[in-house]
């Protein structure tokens, strides 16, 4: 994995350059950009590291931009930088999942405090997708069938009771549920709801 | 074609080197000589449509190119070596001198190649040389071996010596002596390191010593030991050791034989020593001339064509014996046009003269030296060009000959960096001498003494001191007593803690009191001692003087309360009077003592007749930090002195009543200022009304300034940040000890411009508090809407509104008040905003226009926004009318208040396109003066 980058992104030329060298100083990578719109148009947000993103900028503003990251599914983690701070903005921006919202003059500690702290998220969201991304390329492999009888098994139903809701014998739902314990290398049950949950596949709603 | 660009052409196609011209973009020949096509075996018009890549294997592809281009661009010229493919696939190392041109608008790539395919030749006939050499020394009867200082590892050994150590010639090489002749190598390495170390040689040294291949036996061995320099350097060092124990037994029987002679005949015993001693000195000169005659050879063949620089070798005349490969190229003779010539037709003409008795002088004390130490030395070639070169000179004997050698290399290029290191010593030593800020730079001495090396001119000047009063002086006679010991504890602290030390200080120097804050920055040796401190000093002088105006004003602003004739009352949070002024005694017509009753006795939010008005919810508002404005309310006399026991006939008044609060940092409420207006008064006398507004003008636009603390905390903060940052980048480089004088001086320029932008914040904001004098003077209306639009520039972004304004050139100035008329803009632009915040944010647009027709001026602003209510637009500039929730009333009235002073008119109307056009206009100041 390459060397993380903090991506500095305030429309004020001597805010930026200052925090540049700071962060350099500190032996860090970094890059920066005077406006949202640049930041997006490299799509650099596919790289690992953290934004220190302004909140008052023209055009599009440092909330904006989070909320497009987030529409996106981009998860890189984002550090606030205010010059003015109020407290509906700073609330809704670490609703939205901001690592931090720090208040211009930001001292060098907090700040470096907060980038390390965005970096270990970061590091974290990416194992966690990797994982996901294994998972779903396993579940890939189901056919629609296997699929189907995965969500009841979910649900805690015996393969007779399957068997009685889809109208099918209990030896082919046996088959079935082989296959996907087979196909998602899984031995039990609880590894099996676990997984599903990571991904988000929920138990199929039995109609009483 | 002319008749010079055909001879131009001509020599250009009958040149002995290929030329080409290139596309720098796509790498494409643009021109090439006949040169070319002989050289690659393609046609000229077949090379026309070709580019560098199909032909050079270094560079493979477009992006290859692309960097060789920009390098070349960048560089003006550049050598490439490399390999040429030719039409039939063979392929031929070049040399390449690529050179960019630019000729008006057209740039080009000059290159110039060199088949280079004779020099790859020669240097391998140099390695069969070499080859050759190693032959004869493996085959030599003396033991050979180069060894390499500093630690005298085998590069070389002959079998002889070899044997001598007992061990094969593969377990000497890359050994030390020590490694492999442990027990003798104490006796060895003394004399290896004494040459080593002075570059002289020591010939023909004897002793015995026992070997590891015969301990048993003694034997006697000589040796010589000489120094190998390379490029002027001493490299190694040459040893040939001789075993001599047969001819010393022999000497020894010759000795003893010698002896029974002497017994038998002492006539003879004088012959007999003579021939003895004439023996030796033969036998031991043969043996010399022989080894140094070889040795000659080796180091002339192998290290001399070798050798980066030109050799060049002359006897103890002067005249050349042997010039390297090196020394051809350098000056463009071929070896055979040398050898045999004076060394001084190496030289331009005018130094020719002198040069002999140098020599000589030379040759009376020869030792290893640079020549000429800071002349310019001077060679010339054959075709007379003359060029820099530094000259080194060795001694050298062989046999009875006295040999010099001289290293020559070419240093134009270097002096041109050197040059160039000057050039920017210069510009440092330019941006101390001119920068405002005070530097200067200290001696750290034993003992905890400190004195100043330099000082610039900022110093200088902020001391009133003279740089005689300064430089060379321990600080302690500098710095004024006051604060010496502060001064030296902070020394002492930044060189302990290695890090940058501040301080505020307020001394008092010949130009009088300056307060500054200091830094001082250590500056530590590779040993890490501190050798000097650097000191700043950010003078603040100005800073304090506003703080002190600020606390003045604020001092001023508590005075105008008290003396206000508006009767102000404070509140406690739960709703009891604490303070009032005398106004509010006089609006009541009540004494001190009884204001004191009142006082115990009355609560706001319990206040009976607020509770039978039905305005108590306001109240609450008020008291929940809320600026509220009561509707009016009439106090009758006789009732409030019944409510009160007041045996007094106080008035009868209509008030208004202004509630705001002032909270703490955290946004706690603190108290709250009540404000009452006679509102009975304005509306009798037009004339008090106006008086009356310009006292409620004060307080609304400290209202207004309220409001606009974001603003100025926004534009305060950046400069800050970048102030703060830029100052811990600078303190985790220094003590990384990452740093470099530029970049430092980088950092502390940019700390300046923050602090000069945060500086000019702090002065407007000090412009807008300042107490307005009404004094009227000539204003130019286009500079009050610049700057207002750019004291308010982060409204603009933080509400996302497009800001255009159209400014009339060269309008005439008004008669008028400057920051009373940026008090109306700024209302009528914050009201445009406001009229905007629910409009899309597209359409957020503010337009400002100034314009002048005949003897007005017109400035007006006009919003996007909702527009404002047809039944509503006659009475805007009302006092006291207001629409907006939060809304003083008092905004446009004011406004219309101040532009009537200037004897000007307000105006108002909707656009057809949506939103309002709100504006004034001004008569214009007329020649002479006065309006």
């Known amino acids: ?208 | 074609m002319n008749s010079k660009l055909k001879k131009i052409r001509n020599l250009f196609d009958q040149a002995n080197d290929a030329i080409v011209a290139i596309d720098p973009e796509t790498g494409r020949f643009l021109d090439i000589n006949n040169k070319v096509s002989e050289n690659l075996g393609y046609s000229r018009e077949e090379l026309l449509t070709m580019r560098v890549m199909d032909i050079q294997t270094k560079i493979p592809d477009d992006q290859a190119w692309q960097k060789i281009s920009n390098e070349i661009r960048q560089n003006g010229s550049m050598y490439i070596t490399g390999e040429h493919r030719r039409k039939d696939g063979t392929v031929f190392p070049v040399e390449v001198n690529a050179k960019f041109v630019v000729e008006s608008t057209d740039e080009y790539i000059v290159s110039v190649i060199r088949d280079i395919s004779g020099r790859k030749q020669a240097e391998s006939e140099l390695q069969a040389a070499q080859e050759y050499l190693d032959i004869i020394l493996s085959n030599m009867p003396v033991g050979v071996a180069i060894l390499e200082g500093p630690e005298f590892r085998y590069i070389r050994i002959n079998q002889v010596l070899a044997d001598l150590n007992g061990l094969p010639v593969e377990e000497h090489i890359g050994r030390t002596v020590e490694e492999v002749l442990p027990k003798a190598a104490q006796s060895i390495l003394p004399n290896l390191r004494k040459v080593f170390k002075n570059g002289e040689a020591i010939l023909k040294r004897e002793f015995s010593i026992r070997l590891p291949s015969n301990p048993g036996k003694e034997v006697n061995l000589v040796d010589w030991h000489f120094p190998i320099a390379v490029d002027g350097r001493i490299k190694a060092v040459g040893a040939i050791i001789m075993d001599v124990t047969e001819r010393r037994r022999s000497e020894k029987e010759i000795k003893k034989q010698h002896e029974q002679l002497v017994k038998a005949n002492n006539e003879l015993s004088d012959y007999h020593k003579n021939l003895e001693k004439l023996v030796e000195e033969r036998t031991t000169k043969l043996n010399e001339e022989i080894l140094e005659r070889k040795m000659a050879e080796v180091k002339f063949s192998g290290l001399l064509h070798s050798a980066p620089d030109a050799m060049v070798i002359t006897n103890d005349e002067g005249n050349i014996e042997l010039v390297n490969k090196q020394t051809e190229k350098l000056f463009g003779y071929t070896r055979e046009e040398l050898i045999g010539k004076r060394v001084e037709y190496l030289m331009p003409e005018r130094f020719r003269g002198k040069h002999p008795d140098f020599r000589n002088d030379y040759i009376e004390s020869p030792e290893v030296r640079e020549m000429g130490t800071n002349l310019e030395l001077f060679g010339q070639g054959k075709d007379g060009s003359e060029f820099r070169i530094d000259v080194s000179l060795s001694p050298m004997n062989i046999g009875k000959d006295k040999l010099i050698i001289a290293s020559l290399r070419d240093v134009t290029e270097r002096i041109d960096v050197e040059k160039k290191l000057k050039l920017s010593e210069k510009r440092l030593s330019l941006i101390f001498e001119s920068v405002a800020e005070i530097l200067y730079y200290i001696s750290v001495e034993p003992d905890e003494c400190y004195y100043f090396l330099s000082v610039n001119p900022a110093f200088l000047k902020a001391t009133g001191l003279t740089e005689d009063q300064i430089v060379g002086k321990r600080v302690e006679e500098v710095i004024p007593e006051t604060t010496i010991r502060r001064v030296l504890d902070s020394y002492k602290k930044s060189i302990k803690e290695k890090s940058i030390v501040r301080w505020e200080e307020t001394t008092v120097y010949p130009v009088g009191k300056k307060t500054g804050v200091i830094s001082i920055a250590p500056i530590f040796n590779e040993k890490g001692i501190c050798t000097h401190l650097v000191g700043s000093v950010h003078d603040i002088t100005e800073r304090k003087q506003a703080e002190e105006e600020i606390m003045k004003s604020e001092e001023r602003f508590r005075n105008l309360i008290e003396q206000s004739p508006l009767a102000i009352e404070i509140l406690t949070p739960d709703g009891k009077i604490s303070n009032v002024n005398d106004s509010w005694m006089r609006l009541w017509g009540i004494n001190e003592t009884e204001t004191a009753h009142v006082l115990e006795s009355y609560n706001m939010i319990t206040d009976p007749q607020i509770q039978e008005l039905g305005i108590r919810p306001l109240v609450e508002k008020a008291f929940a930090g809320e600026e509220v404005v009561l509707p009016p309310v009439k106090y009758s006399g006789d009732q409030t002195s019944k409510d009160y026991g007041l045996d007094i006939a106080s008035r009868t008044v209509w008030v208004q009543c202004h509630l705001y609060s002032v909270k703490d940092e955290y946004g706690k409420i603190e108290y709250v200022v009540n404000t009452y207006m006679d509102i009975t008064e304005v509306k009798h006398a037009e004339e008090d009304a106006r008086k009356q507004q310009e006292i409620i003008a004060r307080t609304g636009r400290t209202t207004r300034m309220g409001q606009l603390t974001g603003s100025i905390a926004h534009e305060l903060n950046q400069p800050l940040t970048g102030i703060l940052s830029n100052a811990q980048a600078a303190e985790l480089m220094i003590k990384s000890g990452k740093w470099n004088d530029e970049g430092l001086m980088e950092i502390i320029k940019d700390i300046i411009l923050d602090t000069k932008r945060g500086g000019a914040v702090i002065r407007n904001l000090r412009e807008s508090f300042r107490e307005q004098k009404g004094e009227f003077l000539p204003v130019d209306v286009n500079d009050i809407v610049n700057k207002t639009t750019h004291f308010l520039r982060s409204e603009f972004v933080t509400q996302q509104v497009i800001l255009t304004k159209t400014c009339a050139s060269s309008i005439p100035k008004v008669n008028g008040n400057w920051i009373q008329l940026q008090q109306v803009l700024v209302n009528l632009i914050m009201n445009g905003l406001e009229a905007m915040q629910d409009t899309k944010q597209n359409d957020r647009k503010l337009l400002i226009t100034t314009a002048h027709h005949a003897d007005e001026v017109n400035v007006w602003v006009e919003d996007c926004g909702t527009g404002i209510k047809a039944d509503r637009i006659d009475k805007i500039f009302e006092l006291l009318a207001t629409w907006k929730p939060g809304g003083t009333g008092m905004g446009l009235a004011i406004c219309n208040s101040i532009i009537e002073a200037h004897d000007g008119k307000m105006s108002v109307e909707n656009r057809s396109e949506g939103g309002a056009r709100v504006g004034f206009v001004l008569p214009v100041l007329k020649e002479g003066g006065k309006t």
């Open chain 1, 1 to 208: 994995m390459s060397e993380p980058t903090i991506f500095i992104i305030d429309d004020d030329s001597s805010v930026r350059q200052a925090l540049t060298r700071l962060l350099m100083a500190a032996g860090m990578n970094t890059e920066s950009f005077a406006s949202a719109k640049d930041f997006l148009a490299t799509e650099k947000y596919k790289v690992p590291g953290c934004i220190v993103l302004d909140v008052k900028m023209p055009g599009m503003t440092g909330p904006e931009l989070q909320e497009k990251l987030r529409e996106d599914e981009v998860q890189m983690p984002i550090i606030f930088l205010s010059a003015h701070g109020d407290v509906p903005t700073t609330a809704k921006a670490m609703k939205k999942g901001a690592v931090d919202f720090l208040t211009k003059p930001v001292d060098r500690d907090n700040l470096l405090t907060a980038i390390h702290l965005s970096l270990a998220k970061d590091l974290e969201n990416q194992i966690l997708r990797t994982e996901r991304s294994a998972i779903h390329n396993r579940i890939k492999t189901l056919t629609p069938r296997e699929h189907e009888i995965m969500t009841y098994v979910i649900t805690g139903m015996l393969n007779k009771q399957i068997a009685g809701e889809l109208n099918i014998s209990e030896e082919t739902v046996k088959i079935h549920r082989g296959h996907v314990k087979k196909k998602l290398a899984i031995v039990s049950v609880a590894e099996l709801v676990r997984l599903c949950e990571k991904v988000g596949i929920a138990p199929h709603k039995i109609c009483q």
